[in-house]
Each structure stands twice: as structure tokens, then as C-alpha cells.
């Protein structure tokens, strides 16, 4: 029995295998198929590199369609470590139990899927996927082939939340406690720590070039709709076209929407209705929006800021209290009060523990399906340029075509979901 399928079976009785004497299972050298995990890393530009350097886990492939990226890696990386460009030989290895996918969006949902019908555990970057359906697709076959998912995005359980300096856990207890009331309205901008990168958006001039030779452009764009190359398409700057990301929204918006949905406690549902307020869009290029609004059927509400005019607002606001960034608030002596709440229900924060013990890890594939789906509604309602009506539990906009055919959009043969 590979690792791999030991740590599957875990939960049907083999685990107790694991309490065994070390010579019981193979002499004083041998180490428990249940103590190390073997990881891939595909796609390994900037933050791929992360993910390989990244411990623990012992890493033995790495996967990228650039040469010169491939390359770049395997100049790092222990000499055992094999490179490959295409994403399926990896798959195809029993030996390798977590794949790390730090690809363009736009490859996120393929290669999630794969890997878990390939009988691996995934850990993702964000945002999880670049469309509404594509994330229904990645729950779906997560669930069916027992695998644990992550994506990677850290503020709910983790370091300090922007503009806070203090993590999000206070900020939980005040909201779930009730010290502001509700219905909340949230609104994230510039004066309450986030700005949404708008440099990150697409130029509408681009000329043809010759495609390098150490890039498989045909086999990076995968999916997405064929354009004539040019470099602003590909690498650090792809997130400013829709066909693969949806700039500074599409990047960042996960690290900061997550955290705010758990806060309000939105992990199982989604806003009712979007608006956004924006410039004329362009068809190919992700530019700038001013506002973007979502509520949920409860009367919460979500502003994002794009152009700073909110200024002194708070983070979160309700019919009992203000909070700002650094905790500060209107709320007297809140930080006694802080002191005697209950504490947020504990978390499982480690992925590594979380596939050990085949246990879904915080922010999980459902979870974290619906954040991006926050991300996404903004991005549809910012393409359309209308306020849409979306039904939480169907994932469908009502009575809008347009905005539905932007839920399942058609991936280039001979790719799909």
C-alpha cells in the first residue's frame, strides 16, 4: 500500500496501523508511510516559487510550460526533483500526495479537477477559480474522491488582517457577540486597509509578436480563448485580461473577502443582488471600477471602493457600534468587553495535519468556493455594467441570460470541465 492510499484508508480502521514500532514496519531506518508528505508544485513563476520553497513536505516534481521558469526552479531545487511542462505526467505519479497549483486562474478549476480524480490533495492559489462554475466543478470532485483542498489565502485564521494589525479572531468574536447590531455593512477601501491595484489592468493596444521559444504559449493559454501573443498577455501582467484573471479583484480579492465573509458568518450562502458603478469595459482588458455592492438577503451589506472617496469610514458598521482599523470603535471599553467573549469555534489551520488525519482544513473547497464567488459576482455585475439578482443556492442569476452565460463560459478544445 502506497502513502498515498494508507493515509485514504485512514478513516476505515487502518489508521490504528500507525501506532506500530518502527521495526514492526520495516526495520530502525524505515519511516511510517503516515510521517512524510511528497509534494508537486505546477506553475513555477513568481509565486510558484513560493510554493516550492514552502516546507514541509519533501518536493519531488515541478511543472511549467516557460522553460526558463522550469529551468530557474530546477537550478534551486535538490537534485532529485524531476521538471516536467506538462501538468499530466505529474498527475500520472503515485509517489506525489499534494499538488500545488500556482498557474493563472484560468488553469485553476482544470488542474484542481484532475489532481482529484488523480487521488491527490490540492493546495490552490487564489482565487480558487476564475468562474462561478468552475468552482461548483472543483467541489464537485473534491467531495467525490475524498480529497482535502486549500486554497491560498491565510487572513481568516492567520497573521494580521490589513490595516488591523491584530488578526481577524477579535474581530470575529466582536461581530458573532453582537456589539454592533446587525444587519453589518462592510466597506473595503483604501481608508480601511485595502487598495484594489487597478496598475493591474489590461492594455487595449496590444501588438502581435513572435512567441519566444522557451514559452508553450498554445499549451499556457489552455483553455482560454486563442489570442495572438504579445508578453503583456502572459507571466506578471495576464492578470489584466479577462480571459485569464480579473485584475486587482480577481488577484487580491480572496485575501480580503474571505476574511469578511467569515467574519459575518457567510460561508454557507451569497449576496442576493450586485451593483457595480464603473467606467465603459473593455471586451478584452480589465480595467478600473469606481464601486462595486453586494447584499445578502439578511440586509449585510459589502462596498467595495475602487475610486477612495470613502474617507474616516469605518471597516464595519451596525445599528449598535462602528469599528475601525485598529480596532478602534465607538464602543466603550471594548477591549474588556473583548477579553470576556467566547472565543471563535477553533479551527483546523494546518494543511499538512488536515491531510494527515483527512480532515477538511479551513478554508476548504466549499468554503472558499463561496468567497471567490464574491470575486466573481463583482467582476460579472462589472462586466454588465446592471444590478443583478443572483439565488444563493441555485448559483444562477435571475431572469438575466447575459450574466448566467458568465457563470459556465466555454473553455477552448480540447479542454473542459
Not at 97 to 113: E, F, G, M, N
Not at 309 to 322: A, L, R, S
Not at 374 to 387: D, M, S
Request: with cysteine.
Amino acid at each position: 500500500m502506497n502513502r498515498r492510499k494508507f493515509l485514504k484508508s485512514a478513516g476505515t480502521g487502518f489508521a490504528a496501523f500507525t501506532i506500530l514500532p518502527r521495526y514492526l514496519l520495516g526495520g530502525t531506518g524505515f519511516t511510517p508511510p503516515s510521517d512524510e508528505l511528497t509534494k508537486a508544485v505546477i506553475g513555477v513563476g513568481s509565486m510558484g516559487r513560493w510554493h516550492v520553497r514552502y516546507t514541509p513536505g519533501r518536493l519531488l516534481a515541478v511543472c511549467d510550460v516557460d522553460a526558463n521558469h522550469l529551468k530557474k526552479t530546477m537550478d534551486i531545487v535538490d537534485p532529485g526533483v524531476q521538471g516536467y511542462s506538462d501538468f499530466r505526467e505529474v498527475l500520472q505519479r503515485d509517489d506525489i500526495d499534494i499538488i500545488h497549483i500556482a498557474t493563472p486562474p484560468h488553469w485553476h478549476a482544470l488542474i484542481s479537477v484532475a489532481a482529484a480524480r488523480s487521488g491527490k490533495d490540492i493546495w490552490c492559489e487564489k482565487p480558487m477559480t476564475r468562474t462561478i462554475g468552475e468552482g461548483q466543478k472543483v467541489i464537485e470532485a473534491v467531495q467525490q474522491n475524498s480529497s482535502i483542498f486549500r486554497v491560498n489565502t491565510w487572513f481568516r485564521f492567520e497573521e494580521n488582517f490589513y490595516g488591523f494589525n491584530t488578526p481577524v479572531y477579535p474581530i470575529k468574536k466582536i461581530v458573532s457577540n453582537g456589539l454592533l447590531g446587525w444587519p453589518l455593512k462592510v466597506t473595503i477601501c483604501e481608508a480601511t486597509g485595502f487598495a484594489w491595484k487597478f496598475f493591474w489592468s489590461g492594455k487595449t493596444d496590444l501588438e502581435p509578436q513572435w512567441i519566444p521559444e522557451h514559452l508553450d504559449y498554445n499549451f499556457w493559454l489552455g483553455p482560454a480563448p486563442y489570442k495572438l501573443y504579445n508578453s503583456h498577455r502572459v507571466h506578471g501582467s495576464f492578470r489584466g485580461y479577462w480571459d485569464y484573471d480579473g485584475g486587482g479583484l480577481g488577484d487580491m480579492g480572496q485575501h480580503f473577502l474571505d476574511a469578511v465573509q467569515y467574519i459575518l458568518g457567510k460561508d454557507d450562502t451569497s449576496p442576493v443582488e450586485v451593483e457595480a458603478d464603473a467606467p465603459q469595459v473593455h471586451y478584452d482588458a480589465v480595467g478600473s471600477w469606481r464601486r462595486i455592492s453586494m447584499k445578502y438577503e439578511d440586509g449585510c451589506e459589502i462596498v467595495l471602493d475602487g475610486e477612495g472617496t470613502e474617507k474616516d469610514v469605518p471597516f464595519i458598521e451596525g445599528p449598535e457600534g462602528k469599528l475601525y482599523p485598529g480596532l478602534h470603535s465607538d464602543i466603550p471599553h471594548l477591549k474588556e468587553k473583548l477579553a470576556q467573549l467566547p472565543d471563535p469555534e477553533p479551527q483546523v489551520v494546518d494543511f499538512h495535519s488536515a491531510v494527515h488525519q483527512r480532515k477538511k482544513f479551513t478554508l476548504n473547497e466549499e468554503n472558499a468556493h463561496r468567497s471567490t464567488t464574491l470575486v466573481n459576482l463583482g467582476k460579472i455585475a462589472w462586466r454588465l455594467g446592471r444590478k443583478l439578482y443572483f439565488d444563493p443556492e441555485k448559483q444562477v442569476f435571475k431572469n438575466d441570460e447575459a450574466a448566467n452565460r458568465l457563470i459556465n463560459q466555454p473553455m477552448r478544445s480540447p479542454w473542459y470541465l
